[in-house]
C-alpha cells in the first residue's frame, strides 16, 4: 500500500515518495524523505519514529530509481518550459530528459529545486548546469545511435546521463577532475540505472587519447580555448561544444574537416565554471 493522502495510514514496509516532506517526531524538524535516509540529522532519532506529511507511522525507503508522479509532472512542466524558451526543439533530446530524473542527480538540499530551469550548488563549490543549457548543449552536439562520446566535467553526472539514451548502443566516456564528484555521478547514474557511461578521474583538458578518435565532444566547464589534445582526439567531421571565455563565456559549436577546425555556431551569454587542469584557466 503506498499512503497517498494525510488519512491513510503508514505501516512498516510503505513505500515513501522520495519528495515527501517528513518530519521528526522528536524535534520536529522537517525533510525530504531524500534527505532522512536513516535518521533524523538533527536529534538523530531513527527513521521509525518519522511523521510522514502529518501522520504517524512507519518509514521505509523506495528504490533509489524511483521517479514518482509529483517529479514526473514537474518534469513536464520543466520540458515544456525549455520549449518555450526555444532552447528545447529536438524531441529525441526532450525523450532522453523525460527518461533522466534530475532530482536523482541533485544534491539532497536542494531537491526540491531539481526541476526548475536554473543551476544547482553541487559538491566542491561545482555546479549542475541549468536544464535549458544541457538541453541546447546537446541539441548542437547532435549525437548519433552508436556514437562514441567525449564529455570533460561530469559534475553530477546528469548531461552524461542524457547523452548515454541518446547514443543507444554507443558509448559515454566523461571525465571529472574531483574525486569527490567522481563518486556523486556514480552513484547517480547507478541510482538512474545508467550503465553505458564510463567515468574516469582525471584532467579532461588533457582529453583521454586511449580511447579516441571520439565522434563528439562536449566541455561543460569554461575554457580559455579548446584544449589542443581535445581537437586533435576528435574523428574526422566530429561536433565539438564548449562555452569559451573567462566570465561570460560564448557557446561555440565546431566541426573537424579534413583541412581545418570550422567554426558553425556561436552564442554569447553562458556562465560555466572554469576549466582547471593543464589547458584550463
Ligand atoms: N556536466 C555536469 C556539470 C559540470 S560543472 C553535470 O551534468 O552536472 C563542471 C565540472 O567540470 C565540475 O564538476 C568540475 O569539477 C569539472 N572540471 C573542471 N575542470 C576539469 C578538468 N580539467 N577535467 C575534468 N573535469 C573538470
Same mark, same amino acid.
Given at each position: ?47 521509525h519514529s518519522l ?25 513536464? +512542466?520543466?520540458? #515544456?518550459?525549455? @520549449? =518555450? ?5 529536438? $524531441?529525441?533530446?526532450?525523450? !532522453? &530528459? ?43 552536439? +547532435?549525437?548519433? #545511435?552508436?556514437? @562514441? =562520446? ?5 559534475? $553530477?553526472?546528469?548531461?552524461? !546521463? &542524457? ?41 579532461g583538458s588533457l ?75
Amino acid at each position: 500500500m503506498n499512503p497517498k493522502t494525510k488519512t491513510d495510514s503508514i505501516e512498516r514496509g510503505d513505500e515513501i515518495p522520495r519528495d515527501a516532506i517528513c518530519t521528526c517526531k522528536s524535534c520536529h524538524h522537517d525533510f525530504f524523505r531524500d534527505c532522512v535516509k536513516s535518521s533524523c540529522t538533527c536529534c538523530a532519532k531513527d527513521e521509525h519514529s518519522l511523521i510522514l506529511d502529518g501522520i504517524e507511522g512507519f518509514l521505509s525507503i523506495r528504490p533509489e530509481s524511483y521517479f514518482g508522479e509529483a517529479n514526473k509532472i514537474r518534469n513536464e +512542466d520543466l520540458i #515544456k518550459a525549455m @520549449k =518555450v524558451k526555444g532552447s528545447l526543439t529536438d $524531441s529525441k533530446v526532450e525523450e !532522453a &530528459i523525460r527518461k533522466v530524473p534530475r532530482h536523482l542527480f541533485v544534491p539532497s538540499n536542494v531537491i526540491k529545486f531539481a526541476y526548475e530551469d536554473g543551476p544547482l550548488p553541487s559538491q566542491n563549490e561545482q555546479t549542475i548546469s541549468q536544464p535549458s543549457v544541457v538541453a541546447r548543449m546537446t541539441e548542437w552536439l +547532435d549525437v548519433k #545511435k552508436g556514437n @562514441k =562520446v567525449l564529455e570533460i566535467g561530469c559534475g $553530477s553526472g546528469w548531461q552524461s !546521463a &542524457i547523452l548515454s539514451l541518446l547514443v543507444e548502443g554507443g558509448n559515454v566516456f566523461s571525465i571529472e577532475i574531483s574525486s569527490v564528484l567522481v563518486e556523486f555521478a556514480k552513484k547517480n547514474h547507478a541510482k538512474a540505472g545508467i550503465k553505458n557511461v564510463e567515468i574516469i578521474e582525471g584532467d579532461g583538458s588533457l582529453g583521454l587519447p586511449e580511447k579516441s578518435p571520439f565522434d563528439r565532444i562536449i566541455i561543460t566547464a569554461a575554457c580559455p580555448k579548446i584544449p589542443k589534445p581535445l581537437v586533435e582526439q576528435l574523428s574526422m567531421d566530429g561536433l565539438l561544444v564548449a562555452p569559451i571565455g573567462e566570465f561570460m563565456q560564448s557557446m561555440v559549436l565546431l566541426k573537424k574537416t579534413k583541412d581545418c577546425i570550422k567554426e558553425l555556431k556561436r552564442e554569447l551569454g553562458y556562465f560555466f565554471v572554469p576549466l582547471k587542469g593543464k589547458f584550463g584557466f
